[in-house]
């Protein structure tokens, strides 16, 4: 049997297409390659032809032999303006491939912002008032000065609660607003707000099941068993993405380093933990908070400091990524002496030996002891995005 209709569909023939389905084809055709004739209108990004076999009640979330439906192909071919089509039509966005991802992640890892932002959903945030958390060893995620993060459910899906002290209750109110103002692919989501008037205000967050990137690292440097894999490249650019979605809000994270950031077999990436950030105010922007090892070292002078902050701490990231170490690992200087050295410029977190020209370049720009040398956020993209074309 010949594939006329997905023949023509792939050659970007419309009136072919039309009299074939005039004709009687079928607009759910599958050829020998497992694609029916929507799918290679989703990757031609060819409106004329979707929006004829669409007509026919072509099945829009037709999958080929490696599970993508019409959304994910478009998502991978960077063809917006029939992804919004399809979008229109009701397209499911939360069909996986064989592979797991979803039309979003397949985005995300293709480096295609604008159909990333397409496919993220619009902030959609339910408060509720819930029972105390019963905290046990089996459901405990992490804990800290500001509280705890335990693993619970919410409608039947799996997720982490973050509540706050009673002392620290501003630390997760702030967090809230932050989250509450906008929402980003690269940026963890806030599901709901539970007993936000009460003294313990808590925060329904996605349970990311492969932690931390600090602790993968960790995983990797003791060459144990990973379930999940993640490059540098990948975790590079979702940070970076996040970061230029949060500077482009005015609002500085303050605290950017691999234990903030998360990692999931669903969710993929997520920078989290913006219980810190602040917008930024040239007038008021002076206080110095983070962690030591990813501290720029003008917010250590406590003098004014802004977004290019965050650049220096991804930087330090970057570090981590490539040694797999903590940054400062191999610094003889400890505490106070290791400040000193750090606003001196005379400290910096090492690289591994064999990272790459471009990427070591990259890293010791990010660290420049002079803000205004730094790249920006969107420049950082823009070098990544380079890069991961490059790569395909």
């Known amino acids: 049997m010949l594939d006329l209709l997905c023949l023509a569909a792939s050659l970007g023939q419309a009136d072919t297409v039309t ?8 607009p759910d055709q599958i050829n020998s390659e497992g694609r029916a004739p929507l799918a290679y209108a989703a990757m031609r990004g060819d409106i004329i032809i979707a929006e004829l076999l669409l007509a026919e009640n072509a099945n829009i979330n037709v999958q080929d032999k490696d599970g993508q439906t019409p959304l994910h192909l478009a998502a991978i071919h960077n063809k917006s303006p029939i992804l919004q089509l399809l979008l229109s039509a009701h397209a499911d966005k939360n069909i996986k491939n064989k592979t797991g991802d979803t039309p979003l992640i397949v985005a995300i890892k293709n480096g295609h912002r604008d159909v990333a932002a397409l496919l993220h959903p619009p902030i959609s945030i339910v408060r509720v008032a819930v029972p105390t958390i019963k905290v046990s060893c089996d459901n405990l995620l992490g804990q800290g000065s500001y509280g705890i993060v335990v693993k619970s459910d919410l409608d039947g899906v799996s997720v982490a609660i973050k509540a706050s002290k009673p002392s620290c209750k501003h630390s997760i109110l702030n967090e809230i607003s932050t989250m509450s103002k906008f929402t980003s692919p690269y940026i963890m989501p806030l599901l709901s707000i539970m007993n936000e008037t009460s003294d313990q205000p808590q925060m329904a967050l996605p349970y990311m099941d492969q932690g931390n990137v600090r602790q993968y690292l960790d995983r990797r440097r003791s060459q144990k068993e990973l379930t999940s894999s993640f490059s540098t490249m990948e975790i590079a650019w979702v940070v970076a993405n996040g970061l230029l979605d949060l500077h482009q809000q005015n609002i500085i994270h303050r605290d950017v380093k ?5 990692l999931c077999s669903n969710n993929y990436i997520k920078l989290g933990d913006l219980g810190i950030a602040r917008e930024y105010d040239v007038e008021t922007m002076t206080q110095a908070v983070g962690t030591l090892s990813w501290i720029a070292p003008e917010v250590f002078d406590s003098g004014h400091y802004n977004v290019s902050a965050d650049i220096y701490s991804f930087g330090v990231v970057l570090t981590e990524l490539e040694t797999l170490q903590l940054p400062y690992w191999d610094c ?6 290791l400040i000193d050295a750090i606003r001196a410029g005379k400290a910096r977190p090492s690289l591994s030996s064999n ?8 890293t010791t ?4 002891s002079n803000p205004e040398n730094r790249p920006t956020a969107k420049n950082i993209v823009a070098i990544l995005h380079e890069k991961l074309n490059q790569l395909k």
């Open 258 to 262: 691999c234990e903030n950031i998360f």
């Open 19 to 26: 009299l074939l389905l005039l004709s009687g084809e079928s």
């Open 365 to 368: 720009k990010c660290l420049d």
């Open 332 to 337: 003889p200087l400890k505490g106070f002496g």
């Open 355 to 362: 990272t790459e020209p471009w990427l070591c370049d990259l």
